[in-house]
């Protein structure tokens, strides 16, 4: 698992490593998916064309907030003590089941887990951002019948988004 | 008289055409004819099984192609039960429908999430297109020969000639329409069964494409529990994100 080697190495060589592989992201080169073949020749119903859902999750600049996308909560506080002892293995592939690609939705799980470390300057992750790969360590929990990913003090609902499992930060369910 | 010659050329010119641009429709009618037969033919079907042996392609930022590989296997009993398992090397789901409840379950991941559904395959393929944005893998084989069939889109049809497919003899077809190149090899002989796909995708310039190739049974055995859902232990119930929620940003 060459990715995971990277992300372990990464905090221990420090911040400019650990933000350099943030924003070249893991999977070598950090390319991200820009389309998908359409399956279908027919539409369902309507002309919508849903082959691109996970085309524009990707961070490709964790300082900067101006990215179009359904992240937009994974903002620029995540480049502050990336190097804290955040082991940042991504690529657990029991939460993995996606589809291509590791790296469409690492960018998001990492800025989430390091936001989620620096507490003297984000308190949590924040409310209602979505990521599609979680952290490492997270425990399933079923409160009221719901199922939710426990990771650290960060709460992640996952549901079915498209295609895609992803996951939902939400408040502490209990 | 030379005038007169003129004119009759010019007459002769508009009178078929050519003296305006092509139009945009170039049908074969076999073609068109072929796609026909085919869809009636299929909705004469009252249950199926069907294995697709898939690849596909995803298009790097840079340009790139990758391809994966897949494997999708349809029990279908018309018009109200279906059972779709796709195994693929980075993704597995099944969707389950029985008529009333639909239940995708995402095995690697043990999650799984349940629905309500209509009472027909045809409005399970729109409702949770239209809500949840999920597609029915190979959902063209129960909309050819209906109304939901876009045969309209077709822009240009081909009959490109006699084909072969794990042994079947089959003809060879190709059409094109709005960002979408596509073809299909039809089994010869009274069942003209689509035996493999071919489709490109023409709106991004490294055009990926997604090849299918099915093998049918057209007598299959199977339970009716086939179409129900039976959690197993350690799978944990999740929620389907609605389109409204899931298209946020997009």
Redo the contacts between chains.
């Keep these: 698992m060459k990715n995971s080697i990277r992300y372990v190495l990464a905090p221990a060589l420090g911040l400019l490593l650990a933000v350099t592989s943030l924003t070249a992201g893991p999977g070598g080169g950090g390319k991200d998916t820009r389309s998908s073949a359409k399956s279908n020749v027919n539409n369902a119903s309507s002309n919508r064309n849903t082959n691109n859902n996970t085309n524009k999750n990707r961070n490709t600049n964790v300082n900067n907030n101006t990215n179009v996308n359904r992240n937009t909560n994974v903002n620029k506080n995540t480049n502050v003590n990336v190097n804290k002892d955040v082991n940042v293995n991504v690529n657990n592939n029991n939460h993995y089941d996606n589809g291509c690609c590791y790296h469409s939705g690492v960018g998001g799980a990492v800025a989430v887990a390091a936001a989620a470390t620096t507490a003297a300057v984000v308190t949590s992750a924040v409310i209602g951002s979505r990521v599609t790969a979680l952290p490492p360590a997270c425990t399933v929990a079923v409160v009221n019948g719901v199922t939710y990913q426990q990771c650290g003090s960060t709460w992640y609902q996952p549901q079915f988004s498209g295609g895609s499992t992803t996951y939902v930060v939400i408040n502490a369910p209990r | 008289m030379k005038r007169n010659i003129g004119y009759t050329i010019a007459a002769l010119l508009l009178a078929t055409g050519l003296s305006a641009p092509l139009p945009a429709q170039d049908k074969a009618p076999e073609a068109m004819n072929a796609l026909n037969y085919m869809g009636t033919y299929l909705r004469t079907l009252k249950d199926f099984q069907v294995e697709a042996v898939v690849t ?7 340009g ?1 192609k ?1 391809q ?1 590989g897949s494997k999708t296997n349809i029990l279908a009993q018309l018009p109200s039960k279906l059972r779709v398992s796709v195994e ?1 090397e ?4 099944l969707f389950l429908y029985d008529g009333s409840t639909f239940t ?1 379950y ?1 095995r ?2 043990g ?1 799984y ?1 349940t629905v309500p559904a209509p009472d027909t395959i045809g409005k399970l ?2 409702v ?3 809500k ?9 084989l129960f ?2 020969g209906g109304p ?3 045969a309209d889109e077709i822009t240009s049809a081909d009959d490109i000639g006699p084909g072969v497919v794990e042994g079947v003899t089959c003809e060879h077809y190709a ?1 094109r ?1 709005p ?2 190149d ?1 073809q299909v090899w039809i089994q010869l002989g009274d069942h003209p069964l689509p035996r493999k ?1 071919v ?3 023409t ?2 310039e ?1 055009r ?3 090849t299918s190739v099915l093998t049918w049974n057209l007598a299959p055995s199977y339970s009716e529990d086939a179409f129900v859902f039976d959690p197993p232990a350690d799978a ?6 609605e389109v409204k ?2 298209s ?3």
């Design positions: 596909t392609e995803d298009v790097l930022t840079d790139q990758v994966f693929g980075q993704k597995s789901r995708l995402a690697r991941v999650y999430a393929i729109d949770v297109s239209e949840y944005d999920i597609q029915i893998p190979l959902l063209d909309l050819w939901k069939a876009g059409f329409q960002g979408l596509w796909l489709l490109t995708t709106t991004d490294a990926p494409q997604h944990h119930k999740i929620v389907f994100a929620d899931a946020a940003g997009n």
